[in-house]
């Protein structure tokens, strides 16, 4: 079935390193989202990239959809405790009843 | 304020005893969903109702039934729980249109012995 991979699952970095996570995509998908989970708290939504090539920016964080529009990376610059949990991509599916396909999550581990 | 509802938050309960988790939503969307959470396994998704009377299975729908009688409310059912079904759950909201982001619900962790 179709799939979205995203790694890595953990990433340990000091406070003030930049983050990167991955998601590939094994099918052609609409559109990507992005989840943040803080923990002990419930996945929220943090943007939607819809056009190839498509890069999108928040403070630190910065999005970028593929140009085949079957990847996506978060990457976020010089990290900060806020920053700490877990970042999910969703890839929408138009040809699945608008499902969205979930990635495994990447958790943002920031080490003392 | 838009809000997603569960209850109840935590639950602790035998195996075999039915139990019914609720979630209700006042944003009016048509799209919901359930979803359970496994450390390393991401959100996988139980069940989705694209609208009232209409509900469709996910990934891993065994062991578990739902209803959408009306268009806030879609309650889990476990009829016979296991231990297995030990885990975080997450009702989610989805407008019917664009742009198809999720709202999800505070979680309910349940837990089976």
């Known amino acids: 079935g179709q799939q979205v991979m995203q790694i890595p699952q953990y990433q340990h970095v000091q406070e003030g390193e930049d983050f990167t996570t991955y998601c590939n995509s094994s099918?052609?998908?609409?559109?990507i989202q992005w989840y943040k989970q803080r923990p002990g708290g419930h996945p929220v939504f943090l943007i939607q990239?819809?056009?190839s090539g498509e890069v999108k920016k928040q403070k630190r964080l910065t999005f970028q959809f593929g140009e085949a529009k079957k990847n996506s990376s978060l990457h976020i610059t010089a990290t900060q405790t806020t920053d700490v949990g877990t970042y999910f991509c969703a890839g929408l599916d138009m040809d699945s009843n608008y499902q969205l396909i979930w990635g495994a999550g990447t958790k943002l581990i920031i080490k003392p | 304020e838009a809000q997603v509802t569960q209850n109840p938050r935590y639950l602790i309960t035998v195996t075999g005893k039915k139990l019914t988790v609720t979630c209700s939503q006042n944003m009016n969307h048509e799209y919901m969903s359930w979803y359970r959470q496994d450390p390393g396994l991401g959100l996988r998704q139980i069940y989705y109702s694209m609208n009232v009377e209409v509900t469709d299975k996910g990934d891993v729908p065994e062991g578990y039934k739902v209803s959408r009688k009306e268009k806030r409310n879609f309650p889990l059912i476990l009829e016979s729980p296991s231990p297995n079904q030990t885990s975080l759950y997450f009702c989610?909201?989805?407008?019917?249109?664009?742009?198809?982001?999720?709202?999800f619900g505070p979680g309910t962790r349940l837990t089976v012995t």
């Open positions: 099918t052609t998908l609409s559109n």
């Open positions: 989610a909201t989805q407008t019917g249109m664009g742009p198809y982001e999720q709202y």
């Open positions: 990239l819809v056009k």
